[in-house]
């Protein structure tokens, strides 16, 4: 899943210029889960808002992003 996610996401042109923006592109990632897909986003330079209506899942996406050291906002 990972290498799917990045693969879109390499081919996306913003991507391909991250010195185009004055700031960061925002991403929502809705029903979020553990906060891969966020992750993900994060590491390619989105400023990313994850939701997920379980609180327990959104627990681990928390935990999973500060031990990546990324900034997602659960």
Known sequence: YRTAVT???AAHTALAYPGAYK?????????????L????LAQ?????RAI???DAMLNV?????R????????
């Open 7 to 9: 693969s879109v996401l």
């Open 23 to 35: 700031q960061a592109p925002t991403a929502l990632d809705v029903g979020t889960g553990t906060g």
């Open 37 to 40: 897909f966020a992750m993900v």
């Open 44 to 48: 390619h330079g989105f400023a990313v």
């Open 52 to 54: 997920d209506s379980c």
């Open 61 to 65: 996406a928390r935990r999973c992003s």
């Open 67 to 74: 031990t990546a050291s990324l900034w997602v906002a659960v």
